[in-house]
């Protein structure tokens, strides 16, 4: 356990935000939901510090970054004719409603007015 704090504490905090991001780009691109604890595992550290580092290097939390990148690319999805049951599913909502409160309190707008306003 040792040697993983040292190698924790010996990698800057900005130099894992490139990886951090990249994985969970790859994850919304294979439509898989996202956990800190994952990217920590698959980063070989732990969830606490990668995601001290995240902030300390981004000013937002691992999740809040993961969260703004579904809603951004809900938008984009919104954009085009996708029905909003393909998007709530490919983004990996857990329901509908669950997909519109998030939509609606990153943006001010339900899913259906964000669609409505963009065509």
Not at 3 to 12: L, Q
Not at 25 to 45: P, T
Not at 61 to 74: D, F, H, K, N, P
Not at 101 to 110: D, E, H, I, L
């Amino acid at each position: 356990m040792k040697r993983r704090f040292a190698k924790e504490e010996s990698t800057p905090p900005s130099a894992l935000v490139p990886e951090v991001r990249a994985y969970i780009a790859e994850q919304l691109r294979c439509q898989r939901s996202i956990r800190v604890g994952e990217i920590a595992q698959q980063l070989g550290r732990s969830a606490s510090y990668l995601n001290a580092c995240f902030k300390a290097a981004t000013g937002e939390s691992i999740s809040a970054y993961t969260q703004r990148q579904r809603i951004e690319q809900a938008k984009r999805l919104l954009e085009s004719s996708d029905s909003l049951a393909e998007i709530w599913t490919e983004l990996s909502y857990y329901d509908q409603p669950h997909f519109n409160r998030q939509f609606k309190k990153a943006t001010g707008f339900t899913p259906q007015e964000y669609r409505k306003k963009c065509s």
